[in-house]
């Protein structure tokens, strides 16, 4: 099947610092990737949506300036969360979706666990 | 506006007996809905989805969903649990291809599901 790499897996980093999370699709051309962030024991919430090649499309309530998407090619899509502080802590998951054996299909990576201290 | 309902926190269950995980949905013309677990400190692995056709969409790992219109549900079912199917469970719908060019997934709350020996 398809497989949708992020890294890195985990990452500490100080308060005022920024952080880069990769999120790849290995196998296949992903055409949109999202961003999810998940709290512990709470659901999936969308942050954005980016298209190869376009400015991502940011959720309510979701600050452009301080979570930058870049999906600069059909393979990958980075996240970066500037100037992070101890409440940006969190799982962050990527999605790829792109044509996998003749259908869309959507794939998720493994999430990234950022701490800010 | 799309929405899904898992109305259930947690669910316990003996090993051997069957499992449901509930899941209720809403949103604007034919749904597309889509079941996902995800272990500790992991991504999202894909079980199942329900586009068309047959009401009953069997899965990966032995799981299978009913869709029921006119309940406007999703219920995720295993005829016999196992203790390796302890974990997260989400259920998530998007809406259909006419109805949603962005391929959004909304998620519910997430049910844990506890499957003791």
């Known amino acids: 099947g398809a497989v949708v790499s992020q890294h890195p897996s985990w990452v500490i980093c100080k308060s005022g610092t920024s952080v880069k999370i990769e999120c790849r699709s290995l196998?296949?051309?992903?055409?949109?990737m999202f961003w999810y962030r998940q709290f512990p024991k709470q659901s999936l919430m969308l942050m954005a949506t980016s298209n190869e090649g376009s400015k991502a499309t940011y959720e309510q309530g979701v600050e452009k300036d301080k979570f930058l998407i870049n999906h600069a090619s059909l393979t990958l899509s980075t996240l970066t969360v500037t100037s992070a502080h101890p409440e940006d802590s969190s799982f962050y998951i990527c999605?790829?979706?792109?044509?996998?054996?003749?259908?869309?299909?959507?794939?998720f990576g493994p999430g990234t666990r950022l701490t800010v201290t | 506006a799309q929405s899904v309902a898992q109305p259930e926190d947690q669910v316990n269950v003996a090993e051997g007996n069957p499992l449901t995980v509930k899941c209720t949905y809403s949103?604007?013309?034919?749904?597309?809905l889509f079941w996902y677990v995800q272990y500790p400190n992991r991504g999202l692995q894909f079980l199942l989805k329900?586009?068309?056709?047959?009401?009953l969409v069997k899965g990966s790992y032995g799981f299978e969903a009913e869709f029921n219109k006119s309940q406007t549900s999703f219920h995720l079912k295993k005829p016999s649990a196992l203790v390796s199917d302890s974990a997260l469970y989400f259920c998530?719908?998007?809406?259909?291809?006419?109805?949603?060019?962005?391929?959004?997934?909304?998620f519910g709350s997430g049910t844990r599901l506890l499957v003791r020996p």
């Open positions: 329900y586009i068309t056709g047959d009401n």
């Open positions: 998530a719908v998007r809406g259909g291809a006419s109805m949603d060019s962005s391929y959004k997934l909304i």
């Open positions: 949103v604007s013309g034919n749904p597309y």
């Open positions: 196998d296949f051309q992903a055409t949109t």
């Open positions: 999605s790829a979706r792109g044509r996998v054996g003749g259908n869309y299909e959507q794939y």
